[in-house]
Antibody, heavy 119, light 106 residues
């Protein structure tokens, strides 16, 4: 059974940093691309970042480029998102999602971790 | 960036109704489109990929169609558990983008 378990969310002041982690199990983690998707309170889904299976390819939405860094450890089956220079508009539930083998779609999702950016 | 526009933003329906949701891409994306269902407080659920392929375990009352810029999600006979918000998503190019969502309510 595929399981994705996010951690690391919390309350942070504007300009601060936070590191999210996603522990994956139930599939061959090193063979699958992964992504982070977020959802602001009461809003729709927004793709944030993606990473190829090997980690060689990384992709970001424009609003987080230069501030967020996605990475993975294929030995520890862990996906990470380092978030710096956080802004109020980054407040959201952050989901870890597994990318399908049929394209950049998301077939499994974690339960999400809440990031709140406020003074 | 490719913009994804869903319509309607909400629809009121009854059990047994046929419901159709539309998703339009701002430029052609071939068949690189997925649909998700999200219930309050839950993570999204993957329903359809490549515009019309049903993910395993998804009931056959769900179907998708379209290519290029215009796509539809159809629920042939709405069931009580189908009341939720539905999102389309393009996988053709980065940044990946979602539609704004369609809430299916009673």
């Amino acid at each position: 059974e595929v399981q994705l378990l996010e951690s690391g969310g919390g309350l942070v002041q504007p300009g601060g940093s936070l590191r999210l982690s996603c522990a994956a199990s139930g599939f061959t983690f090193g063979s699958e691309a992964m992504s982070w998707v977020r959802q602001a309170p009461g809003e729709g889904l927004e793709w944030v970042s993606g990473i190829s299976a090997s980690g060689a390819g990384t992709y970001y939405t424009d609003s987080v480029k230069g501030r967020f860094t996605i990475s993975r450890d294929n030995y520890k089956n862990t996906l990470s998102l380092q978030m710096n220079s956080l802004r109020a508009e980054d407040t959201a539930i952050y989901y870890c999602a597994k990318v399908t083998t049929r394209g950049w779609f998301f077939d499994y999702w974690g339960q999400g971790t809440l990031v709140s950016v406020s003074s | 960036d490719i913009q994804m526009t869903q319509s309607p933003s909400s629809v009121s329906a009854s059990v047994g109704d046929r419901v159709t949701i539309t998703c339009r891409a701002s430029q052609g994306i071939s068949s690189s489109l997925a649909w998700y269902q999200q219930k309050p407080g839950k993570a999204p659920k993957f329903l359809i990929y490549a515009a019309s392929s049903l993910q395993g375990g998804v009931p056959s009352r769900f179907s998708g169609s379209g290519s290029g810029t215009d796509f539809t999600l159809t629920i042939s006979s709405l069931q009580p558990e189908d009341f939720a918000t539905y999102y389309c998503q393009q996988g053709n190019s980065f940044p990946l983008t979602f539609g704004g969502g369609t809430k299916v309510e009673i």
